[in-house]
């Protein structure tokens, strides 16, 4: 797994946008100590390939 921090303006969004490509996270923001982070788990050689298409059709959603 991995973490990644989003702003609050952006989180809502690219938490939606992630789920309509079918990759759920776990947002993370409900711990203080990780407020702003969401973990993003995935598996063998073959899912990370199929997530890494999937997070560069959302990322837009990161660009400040």
Do not use: M
């Given at each position: 797994?991995?973490?990644?921090?989003?702003?609050v303006e952006k989180r809502k969004?690219?938490?939606?946008?992630?789920?309509?490509?079918?990759?759920?996270?776990?947002?993370?923001?409900?711990?203080?100590?990780?407020?702003?982070?969401?973990?993003?788990?995935?598996?063998?050689?073959?899912?990370?390939?199929?997530?890494?298409?999937?997070?560069e059709k959302v990322a837009k959603?990161?660009?400040v």
């Amino acid at each position: 797994f991995f973490l990644l921090k989003i702003s609050v303006e952006k989180r809502k969004l690219f938490l939606e946008a992630l789920e309509n490509q079918n990759v759920f996270v776990r947002n993370l923001s409900h711990l203080p100590e990780l407020r702003g982070w969401i973990r993003i788990t995935i598996g063998d050689l073959s899912t990370t390939k199929e997530f890494i298409k999937r997070f560069e059709k959302v990322a837009k959603y990161l660009v400040v």
